[in-house]
């Protein structure tokens, strides 16, 4: 069981809006970046987010993400079907002296 | 052009041992912070290992550490696990990933498969 906890899954029809949420603790989220990947299973995981809001060169601005206290949350809008993926969570947690990935959420395009 | 290819995987036996290997070209190997990143099967993305661009610092995760070894070569372009102890529960798809530190595993390799079964 993963120290970030996400929801299984999430869906949105094209066009719309979606949040995902990664809820940690203060040795982890609450004091350290968080981190958003994309993955299809097969490929590559991808970097969306880094340090909480960041987006690399290439990602399109429909992904951001943001953070509060000991929660990060992505959000999704203009929703395409290319966006279907499992969307992980990531931070440094101070007392594991680690990186913790959530347990991922399935991105479904309806 | 970015990349990481990894080697070394494959079938091994509970108890044995495998050494994975990372040839990374097109940035500087040497700025980069690099990453073990594994997936079983059926499970989600767990991180590994991760060492410092100069290898100065390594930090493990608690269900490898004491039989992994995380290292790398700069002057190879080279990242590196040495995998001992090997268990049923280490089979999964293992990617080496990377970026500068701070700013997130920006560079992926395609991963490549570590199967433990007698």
């Known amino acids: 069981q993963s120290v970030l906890t996400q929801p299984p899954s999430a869906s949105g029809t094209p066009g719309q809006r979606v949040t995902i949420s990664c809820s940690g603790s203060t040795s982890n989220i609450g004091s350290n970046y968080v981190y958003w990947y994309q993955h299809l299973p097969g490929t590559a995981p991808k970097l969306l987010i880094y340090?909480?809001?960041q987006r690399p060169s290439g990602v399109p601005d429909r992904f951001s993400g943001s953070k509060s206290g000991t929660s990060g949350s992505l959000a999704i809008s203009g929703l395409r079907s290319e966006d279907e993926a499992i969307y992980y969570c990531?931070?440094?947690?101070?007392?594991?002296?680690?990186?913790?990935f959530g347990g991922g959420t399935k991105l479904t395009v309806l | 052009e970015v990349q990481l290819v990894e080697s070394g995987g494959g079938l091994v036996q509970p108890g044995g041992s495998l050494r994975l290997s990372c040839a990374v070209s097109g940035f500087i190997f040497s700025s980069y912070e690099m990453n073990w990143v594994r997936q079983a099967p059926g499970r989600g993305l767990e991180w590994v290992s991760s060492?410092?661009?100069?290898?100065?610092?390594?930090h493990y995760a608690g269900s490898v550490k004491g039989r992994f070894t995380i290292s790398r070569d700069n002057a190879k372009n080279s990242l590196y696990l040495q995998m001992d102890s090997l268990r049923a529960e280490d089979t999964a798809i293992y990617y080496c990933?990377?970026?500068?530190?701070?700013?997130?595993?920006?560079?992926w390799g395609q991963g490549i498969l570590v199967t433990v079964s007698s």
């Open positions: 990531v931070a440094w947690d101070v007392s594991l002296s680690g990186v913790l």
């Open positions: 340090k909480n809001n």
């Open positions: 060492i410092s661009s100069s290898g100065s610092a390594m």
């Open positions: 990933a990377g970026g500068f530190a701070g700013d997130g595993c920006k560079d």
